[in-house]
């Protein structure tokens, strides 16, 4: 049995504007400097032996603040990137609303039957990141392992391990710096 941590990074400006981060890069801001820091305390009582990143900044500096006060190795994992949102990153939802009406309502509602333009379809990134986090249980079987990663991503292995509504990848509220321990066999 491997314990697993999943982490999400902390607040970065483009959460508080409504802005679609995907795979964009924008740093965490200084909010999310402050969260990753309390986070850190918090992840002490489960003495993690080494932690996994998404390389995008805001999970890596959040994992490098963790690491820090925890005494960790990082490891970066491009594979538990944030979802690939093509032509929607960088927008404000209100933008991609108006832009893209039709598609993005179904986002919404059937996030399983649609491709943001030019971006990734969730099949893919829950091929990727699964392909990832069962990477890293089986070369560290047993050990306590950390993930920062990012709202998708902590979704898609929500739904894997805890049998959750595949729909729910859309709605699961997973604040920033949200963490929560799973056992994985």
Same mark, same amino acid.
């Not at 986090?133 to 070369?139: E, F, I, M």
């Given at each position: ?11 970065? =400006? %483009?959460?508080?504007?409504? @802005? ?6 924008? /740093?965490?801001?200084? !909010?999310?400097? #402050? ?51 093509? =032509? %929607?990153?960088?927008?404000? @939802? ?6 893209? /009406?039709?598609?993005? !309502?179904?986002? #919404? ?7 943001p333009p030019n971006g990734e379809h969730l099949n893919q990134v829950r091929e990727r990141v699964l392909e990832g ?7 560290y079987p047993g050990k306590k392992i950390g993930v920062v990663t990012h709202r998708i991503p902590i979704s898609l ?17 997973? /604040? ?10």
């Open positions: 049995m491997t314990s697993v941590v999943l982490i999400r990074h902390g607040e970065t =400006d %483009w959460n508080v504007e409504g @802005r679609y981060q995907g795979q964009a890069d924008p /740093p965490l801001n200084k !909010k999310g400097f #402050e969260q990753a820091k309390t986070l850190a305390e918090n992840l002490l009582s489960f003495e993690l032996d080494l932690l996994f990143t998404s390389p995008l900044k805001r999970a890596k500096k959040t994992a490098e603040i963790i690491a820090e006060k925890n005494n960790l190795p990082i490891i970066e994992e491009p594979r538990f990137m944030e979802i690939h949102q093509g =032509d %929607w990153q960088t927008r404000l @939802r209100s933008e991609i609303e108006r832009i893209y /009406p039709e598609l993005f !309502k179904k986002w #919404e509602t059937e996030p399983w039957n649609v491709t986090l069962h990477d890293a249980v089986n070369s292995i929500k739904m894997e391990f805890q049998d959750l509504d595949p729909d729910i990848v859309r709605t699961i509220q997973l /604040p920033n710096t949200y963490y929560e321990k799973i056992e994985i066999r």
